[in-house]
């Protein structure tokens, strides 16, 4: 699991120790374990937020874990185009490598720790599939994909998209060095990530080394989720044993915990988090398949605009996207 490293943590900004007196530190409210599925033309995923209400996610949406998978040659699939409209797609590649392309000319290829963050707003058309090298000759593939909710007032903003390479991310490494984070969006100790967000929201992703103990000061106002790539350990005040697939939901505090397990699978050598918070946009949600908005009316209206071609057109000039079945492998 590359996304960002580095070869001497300790060079690194710091996350300070947390001086607890006063201060109270979250436990952790749910547990889940995500189920696995498939999505686009057949890859598979993990439901990261299934079984989790809405107020508890608030003002996130949806989460797929991607993968982590390694495709023979011929087997990597990707999405075909598809509309969105009302929220923000987030997709961060950890392995591998995707193709984004969209119907307002934002695009590009992610790979190993890049991040792609798509405003939908009033309505957009994309794809996102592999590379064809990819689909040729096979590989791994691990990546995120997060659906971060609009407020009402931005929901009909236009469409735009942030290209996020992995050298942008800001690196910090906690107080005793046996955890680096990666700062995609948010503040953490004084450092703020590159992506820009419409709500104040955090994304990070942190590696533990084995035994290894991060804490991690946490904005009273936010929500605080911790979904877990690999790896094994404890999270929250009452040290609950937390492994791959599953989700942890903290309640109210001012800092948060995770340690890592002294002993990992061999499969699984750290323990790989991904910690998301953000502040409650409180606002009722409808969703409907690739729609996030306030109203079913406003579900219609967005299933009618995108039937009568209103979200967008598909470009001329294509992203090459082939299906492995379209393929004549030598």
Excluded at 2 to 18: D, G, K
Excluded at 51 to 62: A, C, N, Q, R
Excluded at 253 to 268: C, E, I, M, R, T
């Amino acid at each position: 699991m590359p996304a960002v490293t580095v070869e001497n943590i300790l060079v690194l900004p710091r996350v300070p120790r947390i001086y607890t007196e006063g201060l109270k530190e979250r436990a952790v409210k749910s547990l889940t374990t995500a189920p696995s599925g498939f999505e686009g033309e057949g890859f598979p995923v993990r439901r990261a937020f299934a079984g989790v209400s809405m107020t508890e996610l608030d003002p996130f949406v949806h989460m797929d874990q991607m993968g982590e998978v390694e495709y023979s040659p011929g087997e990597a699939k990707g999405t075909p185009w598809h509309p969105h409209r009302g929220f923000e797609t987030v997709t961060y590649i950890i392995d591998g490598t995707f193709v984004h392309q969209d119907s307002n000319g934002g695009g590009g290829t992610i790979t190993n720790g890049d991040t792609q963050w798509m405003t939908a707003g009033a309505g957009i058309l994309h794809i996102e599939a592999p590379p064809e090298f990819l689909v040729l000759a096979g590989g791994l593939f691990h990546g995120i994909q997060l659906w971060v909710n609009l407020p009402a007032a931005n929901k009909f903003n236009p469409p735009a998209y942030q290209d996020i390479r992995a050298g942008e991310a800001i690196l910090l490494a906690s107080q005793d060095g046996g955890a680096l984070l990666r700062v995609i969006a948010g503040e953490m100790a004084g450092y703020s990530g590159p992506g820009s967000t419409f709500t104040p929201i955090t994304l990070i992703h942190a590696t533990l080394s084995p035994g290894a103990t991060l804490e991690l000061p946490w904005s009273p106002s936010f929500n605080a989720l911790a979904y877990v790539l690999s790896g094994k350990g404890t999270a929250g005040s009452q040290h609950r044993p937390i492994q791959s697939g599953q989700l942890a939901v903290f309640g109210q505090g001012d800092w948060l915990s995770v340690s890592s397990a002294a002993k990992q699978d061999s499969n699984s050598p750290s323990l790989e988090i991904l910690f998301l918070g953000g502040h409650p946009i409180r606002e009722r949600v409808v969703h409907y398949g690739p729609f996030v908005m306030n109203t079913e009316e406003e579900i219609v209206k967005a299933l009618e605009d995108y039937q009568a071609g209103r979200l967008g057109t598909i470009p001329v000039s294509q992203v090459p996207h082939r299906h492995p079945g379209d393929l004549r492998l030598p």
